[in-house]
């Protein structure tokens, strides 16, 4: 509404930020940004994008944005439709282009975007980029886990491979509506699997393929797949991962518990194992080699309405049991591919690499369905991005000339404590637009990605988003404004994002708070699969009548947004509220500390004390010196306040697997529960966890 448009802060803000003259010396105050060492606050500090970056991007300026948000927000229906007229639709959507109800006050939550317009989304990722004339171009460039070893498939090539195994899902009864798991590592395969299953209406659930037997199993029991979809093996560093034998336990464990499984396609993926060695169960197993080929390259397509599930897909499971997420097809497509385009200034002459597992809400929206949507050329990496060695990265941006490179703050970390000479040795000429996902990324960490990775010349785009929303909700777009490192910067079209307080009421200006959203977007998730009370309970009774993200949240004077971390990892420290991002960025700013994590312990006398895990650069040594200049960086640079009580160290943190740190886990290590470490089942590595156990009193 055009109320909620005058006193929203963040456009007043900008605003004022869009008198700044475009063209007043960008170079010297860019330099002046990232040179600078301590000034005041994170906040001030502002990078500015090359005028001609801005030129060339779809958003050029402040203005345009501004416009084109008020838009998105005074009228919804009509900015949407106009995106999602891009698309085929055989039928267009009813003459309502949107409900919702976000209020559980008024009864049930419900969102629908689009209802009654019929498509399909494959045929938008294929047959409409086909039709367009762009079937020779490259859709996907594969590099697998071995330097050398790669492949590649056309627009025409992906979707004869992907009608192939439509034809064979629907050959052994996978009809719409069915659920067909998938477990598979980043092999072209995967994307196909995605596909298939969305030209034919059936729903995927994509498991990552790094779970246990027993997470497999869980998810399999909760959504009662026709077909499991996986391969014998794969390579991952220096590594061989049994996915099949994995498979197997699952499957047992799930017939065990009345769920039996008739078919198990498997993917003989022969640089890792060969099918002679693998385990079979006749009747069920079958290779896909055998069956998928033989089938016919077109397959007619099932056109399903905009509200017909699209895929269910389990949280990261960083703060608890992992919730299977429920997304739906038309609002999905839509809003996936048009912040692909914004978010990372799309072109089609970019070419772009996303290094996250289709196994995440990342790998379904920003390396299969977003890309594809635009026509764009994707490369898909098998491979781990330390091997063979922290080099392997910028090998690939050069070898496919990566124009759009997007990571997860853990992996900017990881190589910025390997040193600048694994990325100094290539090229990177290729590298336009860096983008950052999962975790706020640390200021420190920001400035080494831009200087170094970027050479200073290519946006960031930290984009703040969650498995539940689907897409990008605020995030910089490339050239429109200038950054600050570590702020996530303003909000995409149509999302109204606001920060209340406890009470549940609507903080304005300056503040800290919880991160709400006031009404739906088109990608928005509609319930948890099977379970829409705890749907309700869990995102939409803490604040009534608002979407509650789970995250804290701060707005700076100059109307930015910066996201604190889970509302739960908040310490009040002598009623100082201290969000756990804060403290870690300015530990991690410390030249000898590669990683940082830092959660709350009861105090007697502050009510709550700073605890902090700390991983230090390869082959620093712990020391009492090392434990005082680390907090006295923490005093400097935030308050005596946010001084850590006490420095954990830490070898290497507990994560799940796909990179965050699981904070739980670490409240239980510093307030000694140790027998009471809860679900565990998403680390990555469990032994992380024995190892800071043995460090307690150190
Ligand atoms: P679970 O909900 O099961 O605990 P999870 O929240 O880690 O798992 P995801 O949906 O993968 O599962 O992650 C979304 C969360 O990741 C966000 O709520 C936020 O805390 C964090 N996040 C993602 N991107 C950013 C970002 N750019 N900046 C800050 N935080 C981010
Ligand atoms: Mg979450």
């Known amino acids: 509404s055009t109320t909620t448009l005058k006193t929203?802060?963040?456009?007043?803000?900008?605003e004022s930020m869009s008198t700044l003259p475009s063209g007043a010396g960008p170079i010297s105050r860019l330099n002046a940004v990232i040179l600078g060492e301590s000034l005041a606050s994170e906040e001030d500090h502002l990078v500015f994008p090359s005028e001609a970056f801005s030129m060339q991007a779809h958003v050029p300026s402040p203005q345009k944005y501004l416009e084109t948000y008020a838009r998105s927000i005074e009228d919804p229906a009509g900015f949407w439709s106009e995106m999602a007229s891009g698309f085929f639709w055989k039928e267009r959507w009813g003459p309502q282009v949107y409900a919702e109800n976000l209020d559980i006050r008024k009864g049930k939550i419900n969102i629908e975007w689009f209802k009654g317009g019929i498509t399909n989304l494959c045929y938008n990722c294929l047959d409409r980029i086909?039709?367009?004339?762009?079937?020779?171009?490259i859709a996907i460039f594969w590099e697998g886990n071995e330097p050398g070893f790669d492949g590649t498939l056309t627009?025409?090539?992906?979707?004869?491979r992907v009608c192939q195994l439509a034809n064979w899902l629907k050959d052994v009864g996978v009809r719409?509506?069915?659920?067909?798991?998938?477990?598979?590592?980043?092999?072209?395969?995967?994307?196909?699997?995605?596909?298939?299953?969305?030209?034919?209406g059936a729903v995927h659930s994509v498991v990552f393929a790094g779970f246990s037997a027993e997470s497999l199993a869980?998810?399999?029991?909760?959504?009662?797949?026709?077909?499991?979809?996986?391969?014998?093996?794969?390579?991952r560093g220096s590594k061989i991962i049994y996915l099949k034998d994995i498979v197997d336990a699952a499957l047992a464990e799930s017939a065990r518990n009345g769920n039996p499984l008739d078919v198990c396609l498997t993917y003989e993926n022969e640089s890792a194992m060969k099918r002679e060695s693998t385990k079979w169960q006749e009747g069920r197993d079958i290779w896909w080699q055998d069956v998928v080929p033989k089938h016919p390259t077109t397959c007619a397509v099932e056109w399903v309405d905009a509200e017909d599930p699209l895929f269910l897909l389990y949280t990261s499971g960083s703060t608890g049991k992992p919730k299977g997420v429920l997304h739906t097809t038309g609002g999905y497509m839509v809003?996936?591919?048009?912040?692909?385009?914004?978010?990372?200034?799309?072109?089609?002459?970019?070419?772009?690499?996303?290094?996250?597992?289709?196994?995440?809400?990342?790998?379904?929206?920003?390396?299969?369905?977003?890309?594809?949507?635009?026509?764009?050329?994707?490369?898909?990496?098998?491979?781990?991005?330390?091997?063979?060695?922290?080099?392997?990265c910028w090998d690939i941006v050069d070898k496919f000339k990566v124009s759009i490179f997007y990571t997860a703050p853990t992996l900017v970390r990881s190589l910025m404590r390997e040193g600048d000479q694994y990325v100094t040795r290539y090229s990177r000429k290729s590298l336009r637009v860096l983008g950052s996902v999962g975790e706020p990324i640390n200021p420190s960490a920001w400035r080494w990605y831009f200087n170094v990775v970027g050479e200073s010349r290519c946006p960031i785009s930290d984009t703040?988003?969650?498995?539940?929303?689907?897409?990008?909700?605020?995030?910089?777009?490339?050239g429109a404004w200038p950054q600050k490192p570590g702020s996530a910067t303003f909000p995409f079209f149509g999302v109204q994002p606001v920060i209340v307080d406890e009470k549940g009421a609507e903080i304005e200006g300056e503040c800290s708070g919880y991160l709400c959203v006031k009404s739906s977007w088109p990608s928005a998730f509609r319930t948890l699969y099977g379970d829409h009370e705890r749907y309700e309970a869990t995102y939409f009774s803490a604040f009534p009548g608002y979407y509650f993200t789970g995250d804290g949240c701060t707005r700076d004077k100059d109307g930015y947004y910066w996201l604190t971390g889970r509302v739960d990892d908040v310490i009040n420290v002598s009623g100082h509220r201290i969000g756990t991002a804060e403290v870690e960025s300015a530990l991690v700013s410390h030249p000898q500390c590669a990683e940082a994590a830092v959660v709350g312990v009861e105090h007697e006398v502050k009510g709550q004390g700073?605890?902090?895990?700390?991983?230090?650069?390869?082959?620093?040594?712990?020391?009492?010196?090392?434990?005082?200049?680390?907090?006295?960086?923490?005093?400097?640079?935030?308050?005596a306040f946010a001084a850590p009580d006490k420095i954990h160290w830490a070898p290497g943190l507990p994560k799940t697997r796909s990179g965050k740190i699981m904070r739980r886990i670490l409240r239980k290590i510093a307030s000694r529960q140790l027998d009471e470490l809860g679900d565990t089942s998403t680390l990555a590595d469990p032994s992380v966890v024995d190892e800071l156990i043995k460090l307690v009193d150190c």
């Open 8 to 14: 929203s802060d963040h456009l007043r803000h900008v």
């Open 130 to 137: 086909i039709e367009s004339g762009d079937g020779d171009k």
């Open 155 to 160: 627009y025409k090539q992906l979707l004869a």
């Open 176 to 200: 719409k509506g069915d659920a067909v798991v998938i477990y598979l590592p980043m092999l072209m395969e995967l994307p196909i699997s995605m596909l298939a299953c969305s030209r034919i």
């Open 218 to 235: 869980q998810r399999i029991m909760d959504c009662k797949p026709k077909v499991v979809i996986t391969c014998n093996a794969v390579r």
């Open 335 to 392: 809003y996936t591919a048009t912040t692909f385009k914004y978010a990372f200034d799309y072109k089609p002459s970019d070419v772009y690499w996303c290094t996250a597992d289709c196994g995440w809400i990342t790998g379904h929206s920003y390396v299969t369905y977003g890309p594809l949507l635009n026509g764009a050329t994707a490369v898909v990496f098998e491979g781990a991005p330390n091997y063979p060695d922290a080099g392997r």
């Open 464 to 478: 703040w988003w969650q498995t539940e929303t689907g897409g990008f909700m605020i995030t910089p777009l490339p």
């Open 610 to 639: 700073i605890y902090a895990f700390v991983t230090l650069v390869e082959s620093v040594l712990y020391s009492e010196d090392l434990r005082r200049s680390l907090i006295l960086t923490v005093r400097n640079q935030i308050g």
